[in-house]
């Protein structure tokens, strides 16, 4: 015979799950209870069809409990109440629409790709042009300025799809943006999803069901104009029926005539994605359904050159090793002669990891000699650059 503490957690369980009555020690604690979830319900700002929704829910657990009987049910509606009012409906940060400004947020983090610059400055000249056409509206009010009259068009907002092989920067590019406009930045990663569930969550009919994603996404960051990068949208699980359902869904989240009202499966009521800023990138295009690339501005990134590679090393990357490995910059020195031998690496690398990587553990090593007092600043030359190189990488192999 089974002990009562080894029933405890089958007891639990089914509580859990909602087979068997919640214990309850007396009818003042569960309207307690009940008291504090229309509170919660009162003070958002959930849409009026839908908060009549929820005030039936609680209505129905009031009397539940009038009769004494409280139930797992408690759990699912409060989760529910919990998700749908955590929702930021009415919440937007507010646009900077300085193109000065934009562009040396731009340039301070990125070195040349003046295509994608372009586009980005473009289009904040565009929502400049809207809120001086209207003065004194708020471009976060989403109502006569925020390009709200081209809803329903694909001027709208652009979506943006950054192609490259990896290591190229589509996605701080994709933080770039977001910092360009004073807009929240959320990262979707799409990489071998395996259901379309996460994407358009599950219906409440399922235990344990969730939002998918993108509401996931909206309620993190606290915003409704967010950028949300959709992240390796190539890389999809190559299921050909669930590649098909995933597509089709993106198809409604990217698409500025679907997203007005987007339905999550779990919220089971519109949700207004027209002011999100979607940015994807993908390493190539062949996976893509025509319906959804017709959508997408495709924007190429290039391969860097090793010269291009060098001014980005000096100005970008190297600062930022620095700081990380605790140096100062006094304290390290890299001859010009010698960025050639770092910045190629074993093979041909399109983009910049491996030789920040080569960097890190350049600086790493200085911070050895320095600590063990060995010397008080490091001069790589030609003539120690192998001591400061991990073996076989590149010309130094």
């Known amino acids: 015979m089974n002990s009562l503490s080894e029933k405890k957690p089958i007891i639990q369980n089914n509580l859990q799950a909602g087979n068997i009555s919640r214990p309850v020690s007396t009818s003042g604690e569960i309207i307690e209870e009940i008291e504090l979830l229309q509170e919660q319900i009162n003070r958002s700002a959930v849409p009026s069809a839908l908060k009549e929704r929820l005030n039936r829910m609680v209505e129905r657990l009031r009397r539940m409990a009038k009769f004494g009987s409280y139930s797992g049910e408690f759990e699912v509606i409060n989760k529910y109440v919990e998700w749908t009012t955590s929702i930021p409906w009415s919440k937007k940060t507010e646009d900077k629409v300085n193109l000065v400004d934009a562009r040396k947020i731009l340039d301070s983090n990125h070195y040349g790709m003046e295509s994608v610059k372009n586009l980005v400055l473009d289009y904040l000249a565009v929502m400049k042009l809207h809120l001086e056409k209207t003065p004194g509206q708020n471009l976060a009010t989403g109502d006569t300025v925020d390009m709200s009259e081209l809803e329903g068009s694909s001027s709208h907002a652009p979506i943006i799809c950054f192609v ?17 406009l004073g807009r929240k930045f959320v990262r979707i990663s799409l990489g071998a999803l395996g259901s379309v569930t996460q994407l358009r969550g599950q219906s409440r009919a399922y235990l344990d069901a969730e ?13 409704m104009n967010p950028v949300i990068l959709l992240d390796e949208i190539d890389k999809v699980s190559g299921q050909k029926g669930l590649l098909s359902d995933v597509m089709a869904a993106l198809l409604e989240i990217l698409d500025p005539e679907q997203n007005r009202t987007f339905i999550d499966h779990y919220i089971d009521y519109p949700v207004d994605l027209s002011n ?11 996976t893509l359904s025509a319906a959804l690339l017709d959508r997408l501005e495709v924007i190429r ?16 990357l190297l600062p930022r090793v620095i700081e990380a490995t605790a140096l100062r910059p006094e304290q390290i020195e890299i001859k010009d002669d ?14 910049i990891r491996q030789l920040e990587r080569n960097l890190t553990s350049l600086c790493r090593h200085a911070a050895r000699s320095i600590v063990e007092g060995k010397t008080q600043k490091v001069v790589v030359d030609q003539n120690n650059v192998k001591e400061f190189m991990p073996e076989g990488i590149g010309t130094l192999s």
């Open 338 to 351: 010698v960025w050639p031998l770092i910045v190629r690496p074993l093979g041909f690398d399109a983009g």
């Open 276 to 286: 999100v800023m979607f940015v994807c990138t993908a390493n190539n295009l062949g």
């Open 164 to 180: 490259g092989l990896q290591g190229v920067g589509k996605t701080t590019m994709a933080k770039s943006i977001a910092q360009t």
């Open 211 to 223: 939002p998918g994603q993108i509401i996931k996404a909206l309620v993190r960051v606290g915003t």
């Open 301 to 316: 990134f290039t391969s860097y050159s090793d010269e291009e590679k060098i001014v980005i090393a000096k100005q970008y």
